[in-house]
């Protein structure tokens, strides 16, 4: 087994970056254009120490990373059994945005919470007077998570999630003619854009991974932010679909709870040991970050991260 260190975490970088010409930008985030293709940061958080590689000055939005918190916060609000009243726990082999996979198997209810159906049915069940307070409290809790209390939501991606939102909207409509919405769609809709609008560096993802991945305690006070019970429920998830329709290769190949998200962002959650943050803008047809996804496996071979075994 390896040692963590950066120059490990920096030879892996080179290593997984050719994987970048894989994959393709998603052209609607406002910042991102070719020249952001071939780029790849890692920042490792153990919770004495931090590693990074690459470029972890970048600032990008969450989009669907934003969806454990999501969950996480609903599980805090009306627990497990109403939460999953709305919502299944079992993955799914179509893409994330999937119109067909919401009528096609008879269930009024989405798949999971990490498919967008999923997560737009999920954010309505974050507690509030309005959407506006509604995410003040997504947002105080995931400064309270990462311990970052300068973390913002970007108003131009914001505006660009709803210019571009046609997709969202048609799952939120059908969710809503078969009961699967407790919340109007477009409230729900504005809710979920403005949490994929938030901003985040390679060291905030890893401070949500080392979260998740210990105790969920606040890293300032120690207080337990969330249940055991809850936290083991969103890493379980993670791990059957935070990758979407490649969450199995990836179960196999890192075996750790991961979320992706269509910005080439990733949260690694390796229980006991670390929080992982990446950033690779070039994603492949499945949403996922292609040299982030390399990277990954890698690490997971190195230190041999996979738990379920190692060989
Ligand atoms: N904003 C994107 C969407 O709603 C997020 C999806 C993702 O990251 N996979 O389609």
Redesign the pocket.
């Known amino acids: 087994m390896a040692q963590l260190s950066n120059q490990l975490l920096e030879q892996i970088v080179e290593d997984s970056l050719p994987y970048a010409s894989d994959g393709e930008v998603r052209p609607v985030i406002p910042m991102y254009d070719d020249t952001k293709k071939d780029v790849l940061g890692v920042t490792v958080w153990t919770g004495e120490e931090y590693f990074h590689a690459g470029r972890t000055d970048l600032y990008v939005p969450m989009?669907?990373t934003a969806k454990i918190v999501t969950l996480m916060l609903a599980l805090n609000d009306f627990g497990k059994k109403r939460v999953f009243d709305m919502v299944g726990m079992e993955p799914m082999g179509d893409f994330?945005?999937s119109i067909g996979q919401l009528e096609r198997h008879q269930t009024e209810k989405p798949f999971n919470p990490m498919i967008?159906a999923g997560a737009i049915a999920t954010a309505a069940l974050i507690k509030g007077g309005s959407v506006e307070e509604r995410f003040e409290r997504f947002m105080t809790f995931i400064r309270q998570i990462t311990g970052n209390p300068d973390l913002v939501m970007s108003e131009e991606i914001y505006e660009a999630?709803k210019s571009n939102?046609a997709?969202?909207r048609a799952l939120a409509y059908f969710m809503q003619s078969t009961g699967a919405m407790i919340m109007a769609p477009e409230e729900a809709l504005d809710l979920?854009?403005r949490t994929?609008a938030v901003m985040m560096c390679t060291e905030d993802f890893a401070r949500v991974g080392h979260f998740m991945a210990n105790e969920g305690r606040d890293p300032e006070t120690n207080i337990r932010l969330i249940s055991p019970e809850h936290l083991r429920t969103v890493k379980s998830i993670m791990l059957t679909s935070g990758m979407?329709n490649s969450s199995g290769q990836f179960a196999v190949e890192a075996g750790f709870p991961l979320k992706?998200?269509?910005?080439g962002a990733i949260i690694g959650a390796v229980p006991g040991r670390m929080g992982i943050g990446i950033i690779g803008p070039a994603i492949d047809a499945k949403?996922n970050s292609t040299a982030g996804g390399a990277l990954v496996k890698s690490l997971s071979n190195e230190l041999d991260l996979n738990m379920f075994g190692v060989i």
């Not at 992706?260 to 910005?263: D, T």
């Open positions: 989009q669907s994330f945005n967008n999630e939102g997709r969202n979920y854009f994929n979407y992706s998200g269509v910005s949403g």
